[in-house]
Nanobody, 118 residues
Framework: QVQFVESGGGLVQPGGSLRLSCAAS????????MAWYRQAPEKQRERVAT???????AYLNSVKGRFTISRDNAKNTVYLQMNTLQPEDTAVYYC????????????WGQGTQVTVSS
């Protein structure tokens, strides 16, 4: 199974920005859609953004216009640029690969904590 290592999280003030990175092991990265998820305390994990292998992207409504997902297939890495962060964006962020049915293709990594607070 593909494994992932997320990084780039931290503490930021409301309105600030962060760029998350996710490095994937294995050679199947380029075959799947890559997705960023997040899980806030006492809430279910939710999918935030996806980037298909053809470059097509999709976003959770609450992050549209603020977050941008991108991928570098040569580096087996997916990124999430997060701008105009809000306290409700506070969560642990994870990435994973999904097939066309939305099924997970890898193990969950440890995630990276994003905390938005003044």
């Amino acid at each position: 199974q593909v494994q992932f290592v997320e990084s780039g999280g931290g503490l930021v003030q409301p309105g600030g920005s962060l760029r998350l990175s996710c490095a994937a092991s294995g050679s199947i990265f380029s075959f799947y859609t890559m997705a960023w998820y997040r899980q806030a305390p006492e809430k279910q994990r939710e999918r935030v953004a996806t980037a298909a292998k053809d470059g097509t992207t999709a976003y959770l409504n609450s992050v549209k216009g603020r977050f941008t997902i991108s991928r570098d297939n040569a580096k087996n890495t997916v990124y999430l640029q997060m701008n105009t962060l809000q306290p409700e964006d506070t969560a642990v962020y994870y990435c994973n690969a999904i097939d066309r049915f939305g099924r997970l293709q890898g193990s969950w990594g440890q995630g990276t904590q994003v905390t938005v607070s003044s």
